[in-house]
């Protein structure tokens, strides 16, 4: 008897910690639905998941989502238009690689695959990245046609709420090739 009069007693003292703990739950699962919103929002899977032939055209491959340039498809050299033709930006069939002055971008794998997408990333990094436009937060330039610099208008909240996400996806291993440099014309002299 005298052992449930201190669970009783003590039961109050707990409530609070047992509250705190159901809200933390409710607020992350807030941030992560908040954080898939922004990412169907923005569209994240117009470049970061590859496309197959749909019904109506090109349609996101759902399998591979927001894994990135496939691996599979090797791009070598960037477009070169035709001369004097109006088109100067070019994409694959899949929407993952784009072709422009730039040279040639490849969609980077955003899922939290540990050594091909974002597994070793921090929220620092992340949140970072797009508000500075520099992959990984310091190193080269993030590339056309990525817009970080809209996404840089986003509180770092709603930042913080895409990564939490990102983290809840599954992880599909995916390298991404690094970018390619633009072709460097060199006008000939007569």
Known sequence: MRFRHHRIALAPAFLPIALAITGCGQSASRQVERGRVLVIAAGCNDCHTTKKPGPKGPEPDMSKMLSGHPEEIKITAPYQPAAGSPWTVGTTDGLTAWSGAWGVSFAANLTPDQNTGLGIWTEGMFV???????????????????????????????????????????????????????????????
């Open 128 to 190: 970072k990245a797009l508000k500075t436009g520099k992959h990984m937060a310091t190193s080269r330039d993030i590339l056309p046609p990525m817009p970080w610099n809209w996404y840089a208008q986003l509180s770092e909240d709603d930042l913080k709420a895409i990564f939490v996400y990102l983290r809840t996806i599954p992880a599909i291993t995916n390298h991404v090739p690094d970018p390619l440099p633009p072709v460097v014309v060199v006008a000939s002299t007569p």
